[in-house]
């Protein structure tokens, strides 16, 4: 069975400095693996995944991600953190096996201005 | 504009009491979702369906039903067996299960006990 671990429950950062928010994830053979974003009272909105090839991903927004395969980690970046961009962040790894989605718990990002 | 519709946005339940909850979809999507969010617990499967007819239990299935008559609808029926039904609940759609392919998500339904 495939599980995805965020290990930090929340990330606090100022306007301006990097931003990173990480996932390690489980899983037998080779993963599909999503980053998603959830603002308060609203649904999951799909930021960037990692399928093959070039480990680092581009997404919406200027958030990328790296996929390291050795660390079994996918984590999340943006150089430079906006206040808008304070939400809850949701990893979450495909299986190849049965093709469903595990998510992480969530890390709660605030970016203070 | 394409997406997907849930409603009621909140909904109350009386003990003992079957509520539904809709998702329509006008994504054209073969595979239909839907999760339970609790805080700090992420989503969790409860129900899928890849294709018109056909769905099967997802990993909290128990006190839940669905159906699939249409393409574009997937109603969630939480029944009086589910005790702990209070949580948020969303729907998503994508266009196939048996892909890659990212799930789009609806604003979800806030389900509360009277």
């Known amino acids: 069975a495939q599980s995805v671990a965020q290990p930090e429950d929340q990330v606090n950062v100022a306007e301006g400095n990097p931003l990173t928010v990480k996932c390690t994830y489980s899983?037998?053979?080779?993963?599909?693996l999503f980053w998603y974003v959830q603002y308060p009272n609203r649904g999951l909105q799909f930021l960037l995944k990692y399928i093959t090839g070039d480990n680092l991903v581009k997404g919406s927004y200027g958030f990328e991600a790296e996929f390291n395969k050795s660390q079994t980690s996918f984590h999340l970046k943006k150089p430079s953190a906006l206040v808008s961009d304070s939400a809850l962040y949701f990893c979450?790894?495909?299986?190849?096996?049965?093709?469903?989605?595990?998510f992480g718990a969530g890390t709660t990002v605030t970016v203070r201005a | 504009d394409g997406g997907i519709t849930q409603s009621p946005k909140y909904l109350f339940r009386k003990e003992g009491q079957n509520v539904t909850l809709s998702c329509e979809q006008n994504l054209n999507h073969d595979a239909m979702y839907w999760y339970r969010q609790d805080p700090g617990q992420g989503l969790r499967l409860i129900y899928y369906?890849?294709?018109?007819?056909?769905?099967q239990k997802g990993d909290i299935a128990e006190g839940y039903s669905v159906s699939r008559e249409k393409k574009e609808s997937f109603p969630l029926t939480v029944t009086s067996a589910q005790k702990n039904p209070t949580a948020f609940y969303l729907c998503?759609?994508?266009?196939?299960?048996?892909?890659?392919?990212?799930?789009?998500f609806g604003d979800g339904t806030r389900l509360s006990i009277l």
């Open positions: 998503a759609s994508s266009m196939s299960d048996y892909s890659n392919q990212p799930q789009h």
């Open positions: 369906s890849q294709i018109v007819n056909d769905f």
């Open positions: 979450a790894v495909e299986s190849r096996d049965d093709y469903k989605l595990s």
């Open positions: 899983v037998s053979g080779n993963p599909y």
